[in-house]
């Protein structure tokens, strides 16, 4: 959304925006009150929607959180919020394209680091799942494509 708004600002420089190029704010303004509440929903399932999560992660592969000895779970647990509330703000505002520049492009470069692309793969996939059975049709259209980028950009080799 707010990509959009400096695309409309540079674009309708010195004249006024016409009624085509303004319809994706009265699309965005027709869809508030659903993103406010269902941002505030995110807000208050996060821990049993990570939690939900970490148990789908952990069926599929037990040592997916493990280095050697080493349980990553607290970490991973961290992260998972941390992502989950960007994503629950990019939803709010409606910009994709600002949570990829703010967050993911920086937590991506960590995780390829940290050789974490599977986990994330997972951790992703899993929350799309979680999604689809705690939120409504219409809340999760809204939020899993925010997840899709997550795990396409955090879970990818490439």
């Known amino acids: 959304m707010l990509k959009a708004f400096q695309n409309l600002s540079a674009q309708a420089e010195g004249r006024y925006a016409t009624d085509a190029e303004l319809e994706f704010a009265t699309d965005y303004a027709n869809s508030y009150k659903m993103r406010l509440a269902l941002y505030q929903k995110l807000k208050e399932l996060e821990g049993t929607f990570v939690e939900e ?15 050697g000895t080493k349980d990553l779970t607290g970490k991973w647990k961290r992260d998972t919020m941390r992502v989950l509330r ?3 703000l990019a939803m709010l505002l409606d910009d994709a394209e600002i949570h990829g520049e703010r967050l993911l492009y920086w937590f991506q470069t960590i995780m390829r ?14 929350m799309q799942t979680v999604a689809q059975q705690k939120l409504s049709s219409f809340e999760s259209a809204l939020f899993t494509p925010i997840l899709e980028l997550n795990r396409v950009s955090l879970g990818s080799n490439s």
């Not at 148990?55 to 592969?61: E, F, L, N, S």
């Not at 680091?113 to 899993?126: H, L």
């Open 86 to 88: 960007y994503s629950a």
């Open 53 to 67: 999560v970490h148990q789908k992660i952990v069926a599929g592969d037990a040592n997916l959180l493990q280095l």
């Open 113 to 126: 680091a940290f050789n974490a692309q599977r986990s994330c793969d997972a951790t992703y996939a899993a």
